[in-house]
């Protein structure tokens, strides 16, 4: 299947139609205003610290491709514009949802949309009292032409798609505990019956196969769940017995019939004869996904191809970031959408300097490989003031109504893009799939390496209302040309990916004057490679290790480790070797003491100070993560159990023990360099 090749290229205001204000040039500040007297931060992008290649940028197709896929030409196709085009968001993830679909006699209650046509075909007067009548091998039991609108996007983008994910919000209605595929009545017990866990893996299956096999693409990776382990998913039956509450497909299935979900599905892709990978379990946060993964058996976590996490919540991102670097698996953001603002406005900037924080921030602590709306296109009546809120929201980076018909034009059911479609293009726009992000020194920062090494980009977030000068450091590469330039690309409420002119780079660094409440892209040209100082953790160096919680260093005793003061003391001290280099954030070290000779690993879950036999196994190697902040968490690649202290224990000789991440300042570690200077 051919696919189209995304461009990098420096684009002024996108001359997209839909946009509901135009905007002028911004002008490059003056001399005077970048000399005055304004705050200004410098940003060091750091190429020692990089992650996996970036997979890149997508959505799911849900609600708004089944509300839209039968919409008149004009319509859908401005709106595929927007949401791959270069010019657009430029994305290329798209999640198809496996829709599970009410019994045929139950009225639709669900939001404009959110009916997605499930892949089974019921005989004639079928009802909801009906569960036993489908069987996955007979193929009257399929409906081949199900799902029509959201279809059609699968057909219209599928050059642009690099990724394909099909996901669940819920089994049909005759797996489930309820009848209802809005969640069950006590929405705290599990959903999906447990005598139809086979026939729910075989339905995911063979709509995989289908789709596969009717539109010509690849399925990469099939998601059985979407916040499984939650209290969201209700249904609520008015007076007369019809279902009035739950707008959505949800089910609540917890951790322990997860797996047995992942134990059915691995088979049933396999006879399906799809090469799709599992991922799991595109839980609502990092904490519950962190609950969930952490009671999941060795053998479901190696059925899971692929991590997948929401950002709804945000506390515990590293937890699933190290998680994942432990298991050795690929870790998305696969979900996130929010609002931002104060009602309903499509000028507003809060909302598109909230998306852009967010994204900075999943990017610098998550490292996920790729990061996706949960639908860019919302329904806008839905939106407006006295929709689902008084004031109105700001979901989504493009609204309109999801009740428009055949009839209508541009002009009548219009498109409207707010302040987060902007912001999200600098993003979009400038880390590109195949880029490696790569640790940067500021928190409204994020940047990347070009894939062919040649370049890189940053996009700063300014949150405040004032001006901000920031300065671009690039001291951390090893090549910078004479000739290397930035290029600034400003959002702002003056205009839209506004280019200004190149920045020459000199002394190996640019500044620029950021208006505020913005977001600017640097495009950086001209640099390569690592500087030789560049990274902190270096082969032969030799280090301390100062726990953030108890501000006492990691302290040999006998073979065990506690925490100690002391003055970079010899049983303090830590000489680094690297194994298995070229990964980027996934590099693993060796730490031995100088004096001794003892290297630290881990024994049966317990950190030991061991003699180095010339034998090296997992557990003692350790994984280094960093959020930039000057902090690391150490994982140990046998247990995938961080270094911590036990208990959050401050007194002198403490014990260092090891536990599962979750984000305590007791795991993480201040690396100093202690190695004496050469003569």
């Not at 018909?405 to 409207?416: A, E, F, K, N, V």
Request: glycine share 10%.
């Amino acid at each position: 299947m051919a696919r189209r090749t995304r461009s990098r290229r420096l684009l002024t205001a996108a001359g997209v139609t839909a946009l509901a204000t135009g905007a002028a040039l911004v002008s490059a500040p003056s001399p005077a205003a970048q000399a005055a007297d304004i705050p200004s931060v410098t940003v060091r992008p750091d190429p020692s610290y990089q992650q996996e290649p970036f997979e890149g940028w997508g959505t799911s197709l849900a609600w708004f491709a089944n509300a839209t896929g039968g919409y008149p030409e004009e319509i859908r196709e401005k709106l595929a514009e927007l949401l791959f085009d270069d010019d657009g968001l430029g994305l290329n993830i798209a999640r198809y949802n496996i829709g599970g679909g009410n019994a045929p006699d139950v009225k639709d209650y669900l939001r404009a949309g959110g009916a997605v046509e499930g892949w089974w075909k019921a005989p004639a007067g079928t009802t909801r009292e009906d569960s036993g009548w489908w069987n996955a091998d007979d193929p009257a039991d399929w409906n081949a032409n199900a799902d029509a609108n959201q279809r059609w996007w699968v057909d219209r983008v599928k050059n642009d798609i690099t990724h394909w994910e099909t996901f669940s919000n819920s089994p049909p209605w005759f797996m489930t505990v309820s009848g209802y595929v809005s969640g069950g009545f006590d929405a705290t017990t599990d959903q999906l019956r447990t005598d139809s866990v086979d026939d729910f893996a075989a339905y995911l299956a063979g709509a995989v196969k289908r789709l596969e096999q009717a539109h010509g693409i690849k399925v990469d990776t099939v998601d059985p769940f979407n916040e499984p382990n939650t209290n969201y998913w209700s249904t609520r039956l008015g007076s007369d017995g019809r279902p009035v509450g739950g707008r959505q497909e949800g089910a609540h299935i917890g951790p322990e019939l997860q797996q047995k979900v992942v134990h059915a599905l691995a088979p049933a892709l396999k006879k399906a004869k799809t090469g799709a990978k599992i991922s799991a379990m595109d839980e609502t946060n990092p904490s519950v996904f962190a609950q969930n993964w952490n009671s999941y058996s060795p053998d479901a976590r190696d059925l899971v191809g692929q991590m997948n996490v929401h950002t709804y919540g945000t506390g515990q991102r590293t937890t699933v970031r190290d998680l994942a670097k432990a298991a050795d698996k690929p870790l998305w953001m696969s979900e996130v959408e929010g609002d931002w603002g104060d009602g309903q406005s499509f000028t507003d900037m809060r909302p598109g300097l909230g998306l852009a924080q967010h994204i900075v921030d999943d990017l610098r602590e998550l490292e996920p490989r790729a990061w996706v709306f949960w639908q860019p296109v919302e329904d806008y009546d839905n939106m407006k003031p006295g929709g689902e809120s008084a004031k109105g929201g700001n979901w989504g980076e493009i609204q309109l109504p999801f009740s428009c018909t055949s009839g209508d034009t541009l002009g009548t059911c219009p498109i409207r893009t707010n302040t987060k479609f902007d912001t999200a293009r600098n993003f979009t726009h400038f880390i590109k799939p195949g880029d490696r992000l790569i640790k940067v020194s500021d928190t409204s920062s994020a940047a990347a390496v070009t894939q062919d090494g040649k370049g890189a980009s940053l996009v700063h977030v300014n949150s405040t209302a004032a001006a901000r000068s920031v300065t671009v450091d690039l001291s951390k590469f090893r090549d910078v040309s004479r000739d290397a330039t930035v290029t600034p690309v400003v959002t702002s409420a003056e205009g839209k990916l506004e280019q200004h002119g190149a920045i020459k780079v000199s002394d190996r660094r640019a500044t620029f004057t950021v208006p505020a409440q913005s977001v600017t892209s640097f495009v950086i040209k001209g640099v390569s490679g690592v500087a030789k100082d560049a990274p902190l953790l270096r082969k032969g160096h030799t280090y301390t290790l100062t726990g953030v919680q108890s501000g006492k260093a990691l302290t040999l005793a006998g073979t065990g480790l506690v925490i100690g003061t002391g003055d970079s003391t010899c049983s303090q001290q830590w000489r680094l070797s690297r194994v298995r280099p070229g990964s980027g954030a996934g590099d693993r070290y060796v730490f031995t003491n100088p004096v001794d000779g003892k290297r630290l690993a881990v024994r049966d879950n317990v950190p030991v100070a061991e003699p180095d036999t010339g034998r090296r196994d997992q557990a003692t190697e350790w994984i280094m993560s960093s959020t930039g902040d000057g902090t690391w968490t150490l994982i140990n690649a046998a247990t995938g159990r961080l270094l911590e202290v036990g208990g959050q224990a401050t007194g002198e000789g403490a014990a260092v023990t090891t536990w599962q991440p979750n984000s305590g300042s007791n795991q993480r570690w201040t690396v100093t360099d202690v190695t004496p200077a050469a003569d």
